[in-house]
């Protein structure tokens, strides 16, 4: 309290002055709300750490399950197979869309908003999925300019 009172007479600053201050600091950095300026970028819906320390492997069954049909995917590929693997990859990346969306929490599945999240997964899965329907040979799938435009690019 001393110190207090010689630092505000030494900086002519009114006596209770500095104590408001420390007060207004000590109670922000108890807040849990957001402050009124940030200087950081915005918290993704999830916000807190990626796998709390009380977070189980059963809590964590949305990522785990498209992990896992991912990797049946790739196993799939590497045995040969790779229209199925790739549409397995491809519908397991929907899936996940769709669990963002349905699931109000998904685990570390979340990564960003949610909207971001249901976006980029899905158009990702789309994407595997056209490509494992026209992949060659005997497409299941026919695009017609498909075959112009790998013509006028590789060819």
Known sequence: MRAEHEAEAGTGAEPGTGAAAGAAAREAARSRRFPSITKDTARPEGHGRAAPGDALAARQWPMLSVLAATAVGLLLTALNHPRVGCLVIGVALIAASVLRRVLPQ??????????????????????ITLLALVMEPKPLLHIPFLESAVRFTVR
Do not use: E, I, K, W
Request: hydrophobic share 55%.
């Open 106 to 127: 998904v685990g570390m599945l979340a990564v960003r908003s949610r909207f971001t999240d249901m976006v980029t997964y899905g158009l990702l899965g789309v994407a």
